[in-house]
């Protein structure tokens, strides 16, 4: 049965997992809030991306697959950079969508976002205007062609029984693809006259902000729309101070900001967002196998912590859609529930960014002229955006050469990966409860690593010193930093369910044999496997099974 987008929204509302922020005021479009069980959830996702890419890694040995060894360290950066960090890394002048702006509903769309489709009818009201053809459109429909009817009849002024009047011609097809001399034609997603759309015009996806008291235009900054530029331009810094040597990692953790046009899908696109960028320096010649190493390690990573391949895909870019900079990207795209089966969103690409972002921190921003990169150069033959006229190139000590490094980049976002590992983990199965009737169990089966509460603790009973017995292990897994959750509250398959329902992968409950064995009965949310353990062995062997 396919996963149901609306049952996992539903749960992790109702558990504690992701909140629409500021919801007391009607929520906020774009913005999430994590609650303590998604709060845990997302933190061991960018801490065991941290320790995958970073802690664990070690430097004197070459990884399966990778072309030799290599070191990895780790930044924190500003939320808010320079302005003209945005300017040469070509944010400021491209990183924008084109939208468009309804006059009659006042509503603003993404301009590829609205698909549309040319129909003719006959107005109820105006009948003696006879046909009309007009194209009419929607916006983010799911069944885009029971939206168009709708909004044909509406423009028509016709009832829902009159829709085979309407003669619908052509394909669907998305806004831009329609010639601009046609705009006057189109029924806006959300009007009832034609001919109310604007002409598409860029919007930029940078939250401008303003620093000091003054506010003046020379004042205004920018919350980062990526965490990779905070590497970039402390390049020089780390390798000055960290005695790196080529080839070698830089890791980033941490909020960026979009102000989207169409936030949507859950947290899948938000104006506020998480992500985990690498930025991987290398000579230029060695750039293209390291490159498909991150794409292949960074493919087998959301395996190794549970997704299946059926949901994953690696898609490599065409040709076309490469960034001008960029002679190679991936993405790592999952079947989201939210999408038509066989569509699959984006959790992370992998691009090879040449030596693109230092040359352009250096000399000022760049484009692409024929196969060179070039500064970009204003009306007055200018550079459009000057560097920081630092030297950022590199001297390698073996082979005496100075120059810029190449970067392989894989940028990852914690709340798409999040949820995608929310989507994976959401289960339904029939098991048997106390009284042996067979009921449906929600079970998210999250990765141990990734699960929010490792453990729960029960006294079957609440006399015969079972509670004491299970609060004292209870204090032993927390004392070992596990989070950990004690419930004595409601019959013992309740208790399960309830840790089934937030994923928690081991269950350990006190029982009458308890006090004669020393022994607790640990249980597997996956197997529902049923083992007795020790009591002065429980948090050895919870934290053996949690490394999964
Ligand atoms: N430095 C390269 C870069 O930022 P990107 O493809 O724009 O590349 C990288 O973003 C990742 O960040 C995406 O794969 C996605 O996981 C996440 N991301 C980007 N925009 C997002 C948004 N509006 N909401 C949530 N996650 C987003």
């Known amino acids: 049965m396919p996963k149901s987008m609306d049952e996992i929204v539903s749960l992790c509302k109702r558990r504690g997992f992701i909140f629409q922020d500021s919801d007391i005021y009607g929520g906020q479009n774009g913005f999430w809030d994590y609650g303590p069980l998604g709060m845990l959830l997302k933190r061991n996702v960018r801490n065991v991306w941290y320790e995958d890419m970073v802690d664990f890694h070690n430097e004197l040995t070459t990884p399966a697959g990778a072309p030799e060894p290599y070191q990895m360290v780790g930044v924190e950066t500003a939320l808010i950079m320079h302005p003209q960090v945005?300017?040469?890394?070509?944010?400021?002048?491209?990183?924008?969508?084109?939208?468009?702006?309804?006059?009659?509903?006042?509503?603003?769309?993404?301009?590829?976002?609205?698909?549309?489709?040319?129909?003719?009818?006959?107005?109820?009201?105006?009948?003696?205007?006879?046909?009309?053809?007009?194209?009419?459109?929607?916006?983010?429909?799911?069944?885009?062609?029971?939206?168009?009817?709708?909004?044909?009849?509406?423009?028509f002024g016709l009832k829902k029984k009159y829709l085979d009047t309407l003669s619908w011609e052509g394909d669907v097809i998305s806004l831009p693809d329609l010639p601009a001399d046609k705009l006057g034609e189109v029924v806006g997603p959300e009007a009832t006259e034609k001919g109310t759309l604007t002409e598409p015009r860029e919007f930029n996806l940078m939250f401008k902000t303003t620093l000091g008291a003054l506010g003046g235009e020379d004042d205004a900054a920018f919350l980062r729309p990526e965490t990779a530029q905070g590497i970039f331009v402390n390049f020089k810094n780390i390798v000055d101070t960290s005695r790196v040597k080529l080839p070698f990692g830089v890791a980033q953790v941490g909020k960026s900001f979009r102000n989207e046009i169409t936030p949507r899908n859950f947290t899948f696109r938000s104006r506020e967002f998480e992500q985990m960028e690498i930025e991987f320096f290398c000579a230029p010649e060695e750039s293209s196998k390291w490159y498909t190493y991150w794409r292949d390690t960074r493919y087998q990573w959301y395996q190794d912590l549970g997704i299946s391949q059926e949901n994953l895909i690696l898609r490599d870019h065409h040709a076309e859609e490469l960034a001008h900079y960029s002679v190679g990207t991936a993405d790592i795209e999952y079947a989201f529930p939210f999408l038509e089966p066989g569509e699959y969103g984006e959790l992370e690409g992998i691009a090879h960014r040449g030596d693109f972002d230092l040359r352009s921190h250096m000399e000022g921003k760049l484009k692409k002229e024929g196969d060179e990169l070039v500064v970009e150069l204003n009306e007055h033959n200018q550079p459009k955006h000057r560097g920081s006229g630092k030297d950022l190139s590199y001297f390698d000590d073996e082979s005496r050469e100075r120059f810029v490094p190449h970067v392989i980049e894989p940028s990852a976002g914690a709340d798409r990966g999040t949820l995608a590992f929310i989507c994976e983990a959401y289960h339904e199965d029939e098991q048997p409860d106390d009284k042996g009737n067979m009921q449906t169990r929600t079970v998210m089966k999250f990765h141990p690593r990734l699960a929010p509460i490792k453990a729960a603790v029960f006294p079957l009973v609440k006399k015969e010193g079972q509670p004491e017995k299970a609060q004292e292990i209870y204090g032993a897994l927390k004392a070992a930093g596990l989070s950990c959750q004690y419930d004595q509250a409601g019959a013992i398959g309740r208790r399960y369910r309830r840790q089934d329902e937030i994923g928690t992968p081991f269950c350990l409950t006190v029982d009458h044999d308890t006090a004669?064995?020393?022994?607790?009965?640990?249980?597997?949310?996956?197997?529902?496997?049923?083992?007795?353990?020790?009591?002065?062995?429980?948090?050895?062997?919870?934290?053996?099974?949690?490394?999964?």
């Open 86 to 155: 945005w300017k040469c890394s070509g944010h400021y002048d491209l990183f924008h969508d084109m939208m468009v702006d309804c006059r009659e509903s006042k509503k603003r769309y993404r301009h590829d976002h609205i698909k549309g489709r040319w129909v003719t009818g006959t107005h109820k009201k105006k009948e003696d205007a006879g046909e009309e053809t007009v194209f009419v459109t929607a916006v983010d429909a799911e069944d885009v062609q029971a939206a168009l009817d709708e909004n044909a009849l509406r423009y």
């Open 516 to 548: 004669n064995d020393n022994c607790v009965t640990l249980r597997d949310r996956d197997s529902l496997e049923q083992e007795r353990i020790p009591v002065d062995k429980v948090v050895e062997e919870v934290v053996a099974r949690l490394k999964g």
